[in-house]
Every structure is written in structure tokens, then in C-alpha cells.
């Protein structure tokens, strides 16, 4: 594969760009609200007009812009098949340690790359003793700073074959993943098309995975049959469907309409504040979010590089415009497999369900935290990594001639 000259990149909004934002909320019409309303109908409106004023008046995106360009950013033009060439945004932090594992962080939606900032100083510059890895986090198509496709059909395989190309134009010819959310999914498509050959190893905070068959995993599906579930499994299947019933609205809107939705986000600053708001409260587990670190997380997407529609037309072209389960082209594969649970993930399945998608050698149970695990408690996150992928781990040595320590503690 040619590999193209990799760019290094800072993030750089126009002065212009941020007086039009500051206008535009300046414009800002609330609607009403029922009394005693809270969270029961959406974002509660006291919410919305402290941030929304905060971002008009008291949020520094220069200061923000300066602390995430303090992070080791990059470009790189990935030639995908059928779609021609898509300029890559992406973070890449080596450790000192020379044999550190290659890791590749794959975030979804609504997070971006900045998502694994936590993480990195865990797992590149972690005591001797623990593993370390060169961490490598993108934009996905569409999300952040990276270049979104023109054409239709931009889905699975092809999110594979940018994740791939870019771990290879690095220098990584085998590497892990760990991701979740549309990280989880990605890194299964990464599994199915390239799994041995480039990717060896994966760890996802996502335990979504679909029930066995009998025709596809007839052991699975009996096994299935008698095991009673664990109360944990109870209440992640209860807390999964009441999540689908009463909180997955927007999944369906994004992948079917994504367009008309789109139009809103991106010309209202206070719909996007809203749309997203809404699913980092409710998707964590208590998590105390700074105002500023919700304006942050959100201007990212207002600022990204196609809009912050670009970023929803996943969900359409990964379900077909729901005619299709998301992990439906998912294979299962043979590669080390790991599960990290976290109790108030939206989407959780019986641990019999996940051995339909691989190997699975890896389990860890945390007593708090959500969907946003690198974000809410990176700590415990590193550390499955570590554990996984670390001496006596399962996938320790996956990476030949990469085994994360320094000479003389591998």
C-alpha cells in the first residue's frame, strides 16, 4: 500500500467562524416547558439557557482549542475503495517504550477523538512494570476533523478499510483495538476483514452483541437456552430495554432521515447543545459534567470539518436505513476477544450472547460508570487494557516482537 506523507495538524477555528456562533446564540428562541417537567420530556430548559449563555459569553474555545493542540495531531490522505481519497484527522501518542503494542482508540457518536485524552498519558507513560502502548486515535469519516465521503454507501467495510490503512501507513502491521459505541461495531468489521493478518487483538466496552442461532452456533444457542441469567444480566437486559423504548428515538431519526435532522444541527448551535446534552447525561452514570467540558465536547462538533450532520449518516449506511442489524456483516473471528462491563451502558447482552462474535478470553465487571468509559473513569479502562494485553494476560505477545514493556521487564 502507498502510503501518503502523514500532515501534523492544529486545530484552528476563524475568528469569523466564532462570532457567527456567538450570533447565532444570541438568536436563540427556547421553547416552552411544562411545569415540573425535569428530565421526563428532555433536556430541562434551565439547562439549556445556562449553556447556551455560558457558550455565548463565558466559554473560552481558545483555551480549549490550545489544550487539544497540545495533543500529537495529524493528516493523512487514505485511499478507499470506491470513494477515492479521504483526508484522515487523528491522534497519535508513542510511548517511550520502544516495543509498546500498537493500539488503535476508535470513538462513535456523539463522541470524537478527544475521547481517548484520558487514556493516553494511562498507556504511554505508565511505571515500568505495566504494559505500554502507541496509541493511535481517529476521526472517523465525518466526525471531527477528518474529511467525510460524497457518495452513498459508505458503511462497514469501508470504515474498516480506513481504520487498516491508516495502522498500516504508520508502520503498525498488527495491532489491537479497543472502542465503543460505533468503536465496538467498527472494530468487528476491522476483525472481519483484516483480523490475523493486521489486527490481533480487541477490547470493547460495548457487550452488544446478537443472540445465538441455532444454525449459525447450535452449542451457543443451548447453552443459551439453560443457563439462567445472572442478576446483573437481568438488569443490564431490563436497563437495554428501556433504553430501546423509551430513549433510542434518535437512533431511528439518524437512520432513516438523517438529512432533515441534519439540517437543524447544523444551523442551530443550541439544538446541537441539546441533542448531544442529552446523551451525555443520560448515558453516564452520575457523571459531573463541568459546563465547560460539555461546551468543549460539543463545539467539536460544531466546528468539525463537514458539519455536524456528516457525523449521523452512519447510522443509516451501517443499517441500511434500519433494514439491517448494525453488527448484522459482523464475522465471528478467532482473535482475542475482551469485554469490559460497565453497569449503566445503554446496550447490554447476556455474556452468552458476545461469544457470537469471537473469542472471548478477557472479562471485567466495574461497579460504576456508562457508555462514556474513557471519559467517566479512564483509570479502570486502562487498567483492563493493561490486564488483557500485559504479561499473564490473554492477549499478552499478540503483537510479535511488541510485548508493551522495555528491555529487561518484558
Do not use: C
Not at 456523539?110 to 485524552?117: D, S, T
Not at 504511554?124 to 505495566?130: D, I, L, R, Y
Request: charged share 25%.
Amino acid at each position: 500500500m502507498s502510503a501518503a506523507a502523514e500532515v501534523p495538524f492544529k486545530v484552528s477555528v476563524q475568528e469569523e467562524e466564532l462570532e457567527l456562533l456567538r450570533k447565532k446564540l444570541e438568536l436563540t428562541r427556547f421553547p416552552d416547558e411544562l411545569d415540573e417537567a425535569e428530565w421526563e420530556y428532555g433536556v430541562p430548559l434551565a439547562d439549556l439557557r445556562r449553556l447556551v449563555a455560558r457558550w455565548k459569553d463565558g466559554f473560552d474555545w481558545r483555551k480549549s482549542e490550545a489544550e487539544i493542540n497540545a495533543l500529537p495531531q495529524f493528516t493523512r490522505d487514505i485511499e478507499v475503495e470506491g470513494f477515492g481519497t479521504l483526508n484522515i484527522h487523528y491522534v497519535h501518542q508513542k510511548s517511550d517504550v520502544e516495543n509498546a503494542v500498537p493500539l488503535l482508540f476508535v470513538h462513535g457518536w456523539p463522541g470524537h477523538f478527544l475521547e481517548v485524552r484520558k487514556l493516553l498519558p494511562l498507556l504511554t507513560n505508565g511505571p515500568a512494570e505495566q504494559p505500554s502502548f502507541h496509541v493511535v486515535a481517529l476521526s472517523l469519516p465525518g466526525f471531527g476533523f477528518s474529511e467525510a465521503p460524497r457518495k452513498k454507501g459508505f458503511a462497514s467495510k469501508q470504515y474498516a478499510e480506513v481504520a487498516n490503512k491508516l495502522m498500516l501507513s504508520l508502520g503498525y502491521d498488527k495491532y489491537v483495538v479497543q472502542g465503543g459505541d460505533w468503536g465496538h461495531y467498527i472494530a468487528g468489521y476491522v476483525a472481519t476483514h483484516y483480523a490475523h493478518k493486521h489486527m490481533v487483538g480487541w477490547l470493547s466496552n460495548y457487550p452488544l452483541a446478537p443472540p445465538p442461532t441455532f444454525r449459525k452456533f447450535p452449542r451457543l444457542y443451548v447453552q443459551h437456552l439453560v443457563t439462567p441469567y445472572s442478576a446483573r444480566e437481568k438488569q443490564g437486559l431490563e436497563r437495554m430495554r428501556d433504553f430501546r423504548s423509551k430513549g433510542s428515538g434518535y437512533s431511528n431519526e439518524q437512520a432513516t432521515r438523517p438529512q432533515t435532522l441534519g439540517y437543524s444541527l447544523a444551523d442551530s448551535p443550541a439544538g446541537l447543545l441539546a441533542w448531544i446534552y442529552e446523551k451525555l447525561v443520560s448515558w453516564t452514570d452520575g457523571y459531573r459534567w463541568e459546563d465547560d467540558e460539555v461546551l468543549e465536547w460539543v463545539s467539536v462538533y460544531w466546528f468539525s470539518r463537514a458539519g455536524p450532520a456528516a457525523s449521523l449518516r452512519i447510522y443509516k449506511e451501517n443499517t441500511d436505513g434500519l433494514e439491517k442489524m448494525a453488527d448484522e456483516d459482523v464475522e465471528w473471528t478467532s482473535i482475542p476477544l475482551g469485554y469490559a462491563y460497565f453497569p449503566k451502558e445503554i446496550n447490554q447482552v447476556p455474556r452468552v450472547w458476545l461469544r457470537t462474535l469471537g473469542r472471548v478470553v478477557f472479562e471485567s465487571e466495574h461497579e460504576h460508570g456508562g457508555h462514556f468509559a474513557a471519559h467517566e473513569h479512564p483509570e479502570e479502562l486502562a487498567d483492563d487494557i493493561r490486564r488483557m494485553f500485559g504479561k499473564g494476560g490473554p492477549g499478552y505477545g499478540v503483537v510479535p516482537g511488541r510485548t508493551g514493556y522495555a528491555a529487561g521487564h518484558a
